[in-house]
Protein backbone atom coordinates (compact mmCIF):
# COMPACT_ATOMS: atom_id res chain seq x y z
CA UNK A 1 0.00 0.00 0.00
CA UNK A 2 0.87 3.47 -0.64
CA UNK A 3 2.42 5.08 2.87
CA UNK A 4 3.26 8.61 3.14
CA UNK A 5 4.59 10.14 6.24
CA UNK A 6 4.96 13.59 6.76
CA UNK A 7 6.78 14.81 9.82
CA UNK A 8 9.02 18.06 11.48
CA UNK A 9 6.25 20.49 12.29
CA UNK A 10 6.02 22.51 15.36
CA UNK A 11 5.20 25.19 17.02
CA UNK A 12 8.02 27.51 16.94
CA UNK A 13 8.55 31.39 17.49
CA UNK A 14 9.83 33.59 14.52
CA UNK A 15 12.72 33.43 13.06
CA UNK A 16 13.62 30.23 13.76
CA UNK A 17 13.62 27.30 11.22
CA UNK A 18 12.02 23.68 11.02
CA UNK A 19 12.86 21.00 8.31
CA UNK A 20 9.84 19.33 7.37
CA UNK A 21 10.26 15.91 6.11
CA UNK A 22 7.67 13.23 4.26
CA UNK A 23 8.72 9.19 3.67
CA UNK A 24 7.16 7.41 1.36
CA UNK A 25 6.80 3.86 0.50
CA UNK A 26 4.45 1.74 -1.85
CA UNK A 27 4.74 3.22 -4.98
CA UNK A 28 8.70 4.37 -7.55
CA UNK A 29 9.46 7.22 -5.36
CA UNK A 30 12.08 8.29 -8.53
CA UNK A 31 9.45 8.36 -11.16
CA UNK A 32 7.29 11.03 -9.71
CA UNK A 33 7.23 15.16 -9.05
CA UNK A 34 6.91 15.93 -5.23
CA UNK A 35 5.62 19.21 -4.06
CA UNK A 36 4.71 21.06 -0.83
CA UNK A 37 1.82 22.61 -0.28
CA UNK A 38 0.23 24.05 2.79
CA UNK A 39 -3.08 25.01 4.07
CA UNK A 40 -3.95 27.69 7.10
CA UNK A 41 -7.36 28.02 8.62
CA UNK A 42 -9.75 29.98 6.37
CA UNK A 43 -6.91 30.09 3.51
CA UNK A 44 -7.12 28.12 -0.22
CA UNK A 45 -4.30 25.22 -0.29
CA UNK A 46 -1.16 27.04 -1.19
CA UNK A 47 1.90 25.98 -3.19
CA UNK A 48 4.93 25.93 -1.31
CA UNK A 49 7.71 24.34 -3.81
CA UNK A 50 8.55 21.40 -5.65
CA UNK A 51 10.94 19.39 -7.01
CA UNK A 52 10.66 16.78 -9.70
CA UNK A 53 11.45 13.56 -10.52
CA UNK A 54 15.28 14.96 -12.15
CA UNK A 55 16.15 17.31 -9.45
CA UNK A 56 14.65 20.59 -11.10
CA UNK A 57 13.56 22.70 -8.08
CA UNK A 58 10.63 24.98 -8.02
CA UNK A 59 10.14 27.53 -5.45
CA UNK A 60 6.72 30.22 -5.19
CA UNK A 61 7.47 33.56 -4.05
CA UNK A 62 8.45 33.63 -0.98
CA UNK A 63 10.62 30.52 -1.64
CA UNK A 64 12.54 32.36 -4.19
CA UNK A 65 13.33 35.34 -1.94
CA UNK A 66 15.46 32.86 0.03
CA UNK A 67 13.69 31.40 3.16
CA UNK A 68 12.83 27.59 1.74
CA UNK A 69 14.50 25.20 0.40
CA UNK A 70 13.71 21.97 -1.13
CA UNK A 71 15.62 18.16 -1.44
CA UNK A 72 14.89 14.80 -2.03
CA UNK A 73 16.79 11.80 -1.26
CA UNK A 74 15.70 8.89 -3.76
CA UNK A 75 18.22 5.83 -1.66
CA UNK A 76 15.59 7.21 1.60
CA UNK A 77 12.81 7.89 -0.23
CA UNK A 78 12.17 11.19 1.41
CA UNK A 79 11.56 14.65 0.61
CA UNK A 80 12.43 17.77 2.57
CA UNK A 81 11.39 21.37 3.22
CA UNK A 82 13.56 23.43 4.98
CA UNK A 83 12.09 26.63 6.36
CA UNK A 84 14.11 29.26 7.45
CA UNK A 85 13.09 32.43 8.76
CA UNK A 86 9.58 31.60 9.84
CA UNK A 87 6.92 34.35 10.18
CA UNK A 88 3.56 34.03 11.67
CA UNK A 89 1.88 34.24 8.17
CA UNK A 90 3.80 30.71 7.49
CA UNK A 91 1.15 28.65 10.38
CA UNK A 92 -0.53 26.10 8.49
CA UNK A 93 -0.67 22.13 7.39
CA UNK A 94 1.66 21.53 5.40
CA UNK A 95 1.41 18.83 2.95
CA UNK A 96 3.50 16.43 0.66
CA UNK A 97 2.39 15.65 -2.20
CA UNK A 98 3.29 12.81 -5.13
CA UNK A 99 2.61 13.64 -9.08
CA UNK A 100 3.48 10.81 -11.63
CA UNK A 101 6.28 12.12 -13.98
CA UNK A 102 4.53 10.83 -17.39
CA UNK A 103 2.28 14.17 -16.85
CA UNK A 104 4.18 17.78 -17.38
CA UNK A 105 4.61 19.16 -13.45
CA UNK A 106 2.23 21.32 -12.23
CA UNK A 107 1.62 23.22 -9.25
CA UNK A 108 -2.24 22.55 -8.83
CA UNK A 109 -2.76 20.72 -6.31
CA UNK A 110 -5.57 18.10 -8.09
CA UNK A 111 -3.44 17.23 -10.27
CA UNK A 112 -1.33 15.30 -7.72
CA UNK A 113 -2.06 11.58 -7.08
CA UNK A 114 -0.78 10.99 -3.49
CA UNK A 115 -0.93 13.36 -0.11
CA UNK A 116 0.61 12.89 3.23
CA UNK A 117 -1.58 13.09 6.12
CA UNK A 118 0.05 16.74 7.10
CA UNK A 119 2.19 18.23 9.93
CA UNK A 120 1.68 21.39 11.49
CA UNK A 121 3.38 24.38 11.83
CA UNK A 122 2.45 27.12 14.16
CA UNK A 123 4.81 30.24 14.26
CA UNK A 124 3.96 32.76 16.70
CA UNK A 125 5.42 36.32 16.95
Known amino acids: DVQLQASGGGSVQAGSSLRLSCAAS????????IGWFRQAPGKDREWVSS????????LNRYSVEGRFTISRDNAKSTVYLEMNNLKPEDTAVYYC??????????????????WGQGTQVTVSS
Open 51 to 58: IDDSGDIK
Open 97 to 114: AFMSAPWRWTRIASRYDY
Open 26 to 33: GFTFDDYH
